[in-house]
């Protein structure tokens, strides 16, 4: 039985075993291609990704150049801003500044005054900034802040220079009777004060040089008894202090009788 198995197999090959080996054959070629596709396949899929990412990356790259380009002209952009705003500025400071300063010094050297009472004599000095002097009205000893100017009731009294009107009424403060006071525009304010209760101009009024804005009076509650009698306190005030109104104002002394003689 063995031997005639054998034989029937061993004639089925002989027949048969072309188309087999064939059969084998193309098995084998068609593993072959198959996984030949994968790997293909699976190559090209992986190209693929990385031509992808090598995209993405340029995209990136090119993004980020153009930021840092964009950021560098914005940076240069800014820094000429900031070095033409730092170089305008001291340049305006400097033209106001001087412009400021050259505009007040000229005004105050220019200043020229005219007399406040045409025809007066010096009774009392300007003493703020020595020893305070004795006020017979009073019987006390305090400052000068400004001068007196010996004259005659109702002698007029005139604006000493161009301004406006700044105050008129009563100086309470100091008592010095009726007042006027001018502000001159210029760094200089001044004061007339013992006037007359009759005033020729009110606040806000503007005034020119040598214009009358009232008259000599006695209204002053700390000097109405002096030796001299009547006359015009008159004061000028530079950048709101006191000073002496001799530097701008000449008047001869006045001498009481006992003197003269």
């Known amino acids: 039985m063995d031997k005639n198995a054998n034989n029937k197999a061993l004639n089925f090959f002989k027949k048969e ?9 193309l098995c084998i070629v068609a593993t072959v ?3 030949t596709a994968n790997n ?6 992986n190209q693929e990704v990385s031509q992808k ?15 840092e380009g964009a950021l560098q002209v914005k940076e240069e952009n800014l820094a000429k801003a900031k070095a033409k705003a730092l170089k305008a500025v001291p340049n305006i400071k400097k033209a106001t500044t001087e412009n400021v300063a050259t505009t ?5 050297t220019n200043a020229q005054f005219s007399k406040p009472v045409v025809n007066g004599l010096l009774a009392r000095a300007y003493s703020k900034d020595i020893d305070s002097v004795v006020y017979k009205t009073t019987d006390s000893y305090r400052n000068n802040l400004g001068i007196d100017i010996q004259a005659k009731i109702g002698t007029p009294v005139v604006a ?18 009726k007042m006027v006071e001018i502000d001159h525009q210029n760094g200089f304010v001044t004061k007339y004060t013992s006037l007359d209760e009759k005033i020729l101009v009110k606040k806000g009024d503007k005034v020119t040089k040598e214009q009358q804005i009232g008259s000599v009076g006695n209204t002053s509650l700390n ?9 015009l306190h008159f004061e000028v005030l530079q950048n709101s202090k006191n000073i002496d109104p001799a530097k701008y104002v000449k008047y001869e002394k006045y001498q ?6």
């Open 160 to 177: 000493v220079m161009d301004g406006i009107v700044k105050e008129v009424g009563t100086d309470v403060n100091s008592q010095n009777g």
């Open 17 to 25: 075993g072309f188309y087999v080996i064939l059969f084998v054959c």
């Open 223 to 231: 000097s109405y008894k002096e030796d001299y009698g009547s006359h």
């Open 40 to 45: 293909n396949k699976k190559l090209s899929s």
């Open 33 to 35: 291609a198959s996984i």
């Open 53 to 67: 990412e090598q995209a993405n990356a340029a995209n990136v790259l090119k993004k980020q150049k153009e930021y």
């Open 104 to 108: 007040s010094v000229s005004k105050i």
């Open 256 to 261: 009481t009788t006992a003197t003269k003689k």
